[in-house]
């Protein structure tokens, strides 16, 4: 067990309530004037809310600094370099009109949860390093995971050329503007070499952990994802003079087919979700049998093999439909995403600090993408979930009750320790 300095409690408790303060505090910045958080990449809100941190990580007596893409490291070096470090975090960018909690959660109680280590128990033996990562939503510029695939190499300076915002603005050029001129330092100048494991501690985003009345969720797998187009064709005829047995009516085609996604998807069971999120009537007209609809179908599940075959027994199926409808169906693969195992050990250690606080915890699927899914090829990688109330995320309505989020960030502080100072879980990564 980790050795205890005399009244870490009470400093552990301070600790807890200053991650609250800083927590809202840094809500300010992009806070929009109707309630929620827009703070999205390289804006100012978005400038604003990174110095802020940098500042506050300095005051914990962490270095702090950007690296070349704008992702802010806050670091406590440890005694022995061999050691490669631990980095923990999450992002500070929101969706548009989002919540104080996703992201910034994690940001804030790493930064703090350094902090506390520091002034509890000094310089550790391994360094830690706090991370808030530029972008992870994908709200500005149609790439996800800017910040985090910089540093795991994932995402490349060639990138930021190409892609623009609603407004024109390349990715490059916003970049640029916000002061991050990265021209010379090669296509990868964020990337870390040597990273000994990442923790992430977010919010759940979905009502599980309310459900079965647990305060802590450990992450089993990030889920992976496919997601389709589908274009379902028949024949566009006059609603009045078309009988029924003559039709071949696309719609109708689709709806059995959105009908049937959901039965298989109930059929198959958890982890696996299936979602038709988006329909469209082209041409669409009160009196005309419809020709051509397109529907989205999104497919998750933590098991690649499961996902696949799947996808595979579920197409098969529509098309089945469609042969006996006479419509034709033509699918389109617009991302195939796979699932992403968190590590069984650090897992473990977060489950023993668990119980060592009495913090009632359970295992649990990300059915969300999140910055750890990029860190999970190349590093172990774990998750901490906080409850959401009532499930709701990326809107100004996210909450997570106080004393969950102490809990997660005690629990966060409690692994921390035991990879930095030597604790029991020092050698399983
Ligand atoms: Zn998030």
Redesign the pocket.
Known sequence: MAKRIPNSQDLLAQFGERMLEVLEELSSYGADPEGGVTRLLYTESWLQAQRALISKMQQLGLESAFDAVGNVFGKLSGSQIALKPVLTG??VDTVKNGGKY??AY?VVASMMALGYLKAAYGEPKRTLEAVSFCE??GSRFPLAYWGSGHVTGARSLAQAAELADPAGVTLLEAMRQAGFNAAGLGEHPAKREQIGAYIEL??E?GSVLTYRHKQIGVVTAIVGQIRLTVHVTGSSNHAGTTPMTMRRDALAGAAEMVTLTEQMALEAGEPLVATVGRLEVRRGTSNVVPGDVTFTLDIRHTDEPEMRTFCVRLLTKLEEIALRRGLTIETVENLHASPVAMHEGISAAIEAACEAVSFPSMRLPSG????AQLFGPICPSAMIFVPSVAGI?HSPAEFTEAGDLVAGFQTLVHVLYQFGYGGEADEII
């Open positions: 999450s992002h996703d992201g994690g992870e939503e977010h919010i985003q969300a993408g999140h910055d995320s």
